[in-house]
Structure formats: C-alpha cells, structure tokens
C-alpha cells in the first residue's frame, strides 16, 4: 500500500512540477514580451543578437541544406526512374523541402547551434552573477539581455529557414540536371506547376516563423532558470535542446493538419 | 568584433534570407499564383469527372489556359458540375467542347478545351454544352474482359 502511495506521490509531484514551470515559462516570456520595446529604441542591441544567432548559424545552415538537396535529389531520382517519370525530381526535392524539411530541419540545426548558445550566454551570465549586479543597477535583465535575444532568435529563423530550403533546392539541381542530366526544363517547369505560393511556400514560413519563436522561448527560458553552477548550465544547453527537438516535432506535427489536409 | 563591421555582416544575413524567399516564391513557385490574374468563369457538366481536383490546369491545344475552380454536384441535373476560371486573353468559339484528360499513363487530370467554328466567344457565365467525361481505368478494364468473355462464347 505504501509503494502504491510512494508512486502516485511521485506522479502527482512531477504533475505539479512541471505544470509550474510552463507557468514560471509563461510568465517569463510574457514579462520578456512586455518589454521588447527596448528592441525598438535601441535596435544595436538587437543587430548584435541576430548576428550571434544567424550570421554564426549561417555555414551549418548553407551546408547541411546543400548536403540534404543532395541526398533528397539523388534519392528521388533512384525511385523515379523506376516510374519513368524523372522530371519530377524537381516537385519531390522542392515540395519536401519548402513543407517540411527546410523548417524542420533548419529549426532543428537553428536549436542545437543558437539555441544552446543563448542558454549558455544566459545562464554563465546569471552563475557570474551579472544579472543581479544589472538589477542592482536598475537595469532590467529581462528587458537588456533577454528581449534582443529573443527578437534576433525569432527575425533569424524564417530567414534561415529560406536559406537551408533555397540550398537545398540548389543542392538537387546540381547532382540531378548537373550530375545525372535529367532535362533541366522539365526540372524547374514541373516544379514551379506544383509549388503554389500560398499554400506551400507561404506555409513554410508560417511553420518556420512559430518553430522560431518556439526555439528562442525555450532557449532564453531555459537559460534564465539554470541553477547557477557549472552543472547547472551543463544541464539548461541540454534541456534547451532536448526540449526544443521535441517542441518542433510535436509543432510541425500539428501545423501540418492544420495546414495540409482536408479540403483543398 | 567592430560594429561596422557586425552590421555588414547582419545586413549580409538579411540580404540573404530575403534573396532566397525570393528565389523560393520566383524560381520554385509559379508567379501566376501570387498574382490573380483576371479571369472569366464557364461552367460544363459532366457524367464522371473521375480524379479532377480544383486547381488542375485548362490545357487548350497543350497550353494551360486556365484553372479548374470548383468541383461541385448537381442535385438537379445529377451530374458534376465543373467551374472553369480561364484566363482573359485566351478566348474560345461558344460551340468549344471540354472532356477530362489524363497526363500520362497514371498522371494528375486535367480539362483539355477543343475549340468549335462558332462566331460568338464564350463569356463570363456561360455553359459549356459538349462534354465528355473522363476515362475511368477500371471501366475500361471491365468492359475490355467483358468483350473478351463475349468473343469466347461466340467461338
């Protein structure tokens, strides 16, 4: 009876836990939010932010599109040609790409590249105990380290997102009309007849935009309430990025029934 | 690292980004769907339209002069009716047929449009008279063996 006991305890406490911590999450972001309007006034702070998390993330971004078009174009065009219908290698790469993979994956390197890097900023900040000298200070910590980071987090990640799904588009035109030589007309005409703006492209972005603020919450967040040890910081990086690999699948999961079913 | 020089490089991200939406919204999409182009609607009944969806092309003579706009079903005529948004510029004789073809063996479907000799165009509203329905595979499989079993019987 006692074990019994001991495990509903255990499962009621790590209810309670973590239904406080989304709340300590929201109010967080909401206080973050509500003074974003130091972005406006000061928008070098802001420069600075997007720089750190999307210049940096640009050569892993540009890389592994390139590398992923790749691999989707010579893939595609292994199965097509069974078909006989290999012009429409173009429609395969560009429409997984700019529906799926280009924010998923983007969001995904965009996490474990800049999303760990604002914990880490975040959290060695708060263990050398800068935040608390800026409160001190009458600065408000939320409103001049956490605000830009999280705005440059959300402005870089469509625009990342952009640039992984255009390289990967790039990336299975070289090896399948460069390498290979399927006709590039039929390529670029059979994708451009299938990609409708609205629908896909405009949707990934959409995807790309909520991926962006999803990453840059939860990394600012986790940041913020690291224990402020070595450990402690160890463990807000991983979470960070644990957290958002999930946030982003059960996201795009989401996103997608809403966007690509039903009636079109 | 120097300001002037975090500015470029932030200003390269930007410039970047924004190029590769337009290269995605240019290169990989198709304009027309950006832009709505101006168009007349024609409406046509059909026994089976078979796998027609909205959005399929308007082919007259291979070139795509339109798009299918509705796919709906009549409870009077008990048929589908079929709304058709072709483009302005192109302009058909009213006694034009449309039937329901298929690109390729197993491709998508789409309206192909076989113009008529009549003086007067089609105009916004009208109904195409002469249809034919799209080839279902498994009807002309059935009627196929169908007339395979016929010729034994007669042998």
């Known amino acids: 009876m006692t074990f019994f006991r001991q495990i509903l305890s255990r499962l009621g406490r790590a209810t309670i836990n973590s239904i406080w911590r989304l709340g300590e999450a929201s109010v967080f972001m909401a206080r973050v939010v509500s003074r974003s309007s130091i972005v406006l006034r000061r928008p070098r702070l802001l420069v600075a932010e997007i720089h750190f998390a999307g210049v940096l993330s640009l050569v892993i971004i540009i890389v592994s599109g390139l590398f992923v078009g790749l691999v989707l174009g010579l893939q595609g065009y292994e199965t097509l040609k069974r078909y006989g219908s290999t012009g429409a290698v173009g429609t395969l790469v560009a ?135 070595a450990e402690g910081v160890s463990r807000a990086v991983t979470r960070t990025v644990v957290t958002s690999a999930l946030a982003v699948l059960a996201l795009d999961f989401v996103l997608t029934a809403f966007m690509f079913t039903g009636a079109h | 690292m120097e300001r002037s020089n975090v500015d470029l490089w932030v200003g390269v991200f930007v410039a970047f980004g924004i190029g590769a939406l337009l290269f995605l919204a240019l290169k990989a999409g198709n304009v027309d769907s950006i832009i709505k182009s101006e168009g007349y609607k024609v409406s046509a009944e059909f026994d089976n339209i078979g796998g027609l969806k909205p959005k399929a092309p308007v082919k007259s003579a291979g070139v795509i002069v339109g798009r299918v706009e509705s796919v709906t079903f009549s409870n009077q005529s008990l048929r589908a009716v079929v709304r058709l948004n072709l483009d302005k510029q192109f302009q058909f004789p009213a006694d034009s047929s449309v039937s329901i073809l298929t690109s390729g063996l197993l491709g998508d479907q789409f309206v192909g449009i076989d113009p008529g000799g009549a003086l007067e165009n089609l105009e916004d509203g009208d109904r195409v008279r002469i249809t034919q329905s799209a080839i279902v595979l498994e009807k002309v499989i059935g009627q196929f063996l169908y007339g395979k079993m016929s010729e034994k019987d007669t042998d």
């Open chain 1, 95 to 229: 429409l997984s790409l700019v529906r799926e993979l280009g924010p998923v994956v983007a969001a995904l390197l965009f996490a474990s590249r800049a999303g760990s890097a604002i914990t880490a900023k975040i959290g060695i900040m708060k263990t050398t105990e800068q935040l608390s000298a800026m409160e001190m200070m009458a600065v408000d910590p939320h409103a001049r380290v956490v605000a830009p980071m999280f705005w440059g987090g959300f402005i870089s990640m469509p625009l990342l997102a952009a640039i992984f799904s255009a390289m990967g588009i790039i990336g299975g035109y070289l090896i399948t009309v460069v390498v290979i030589g399927v006709d590039s007309g039929a390529f670029w005409s059979q994708m451009q007849s299938s990609v409708d703006f609205h629908h896909d492209i405009l949707n990934g972005v959409i995807k790309s935009v909520v991926f962006g603020a999803a990453v840059s919450a939860i990394a600012v967040y986790e940041g913020y309430a690291s224990v402020p040890t």
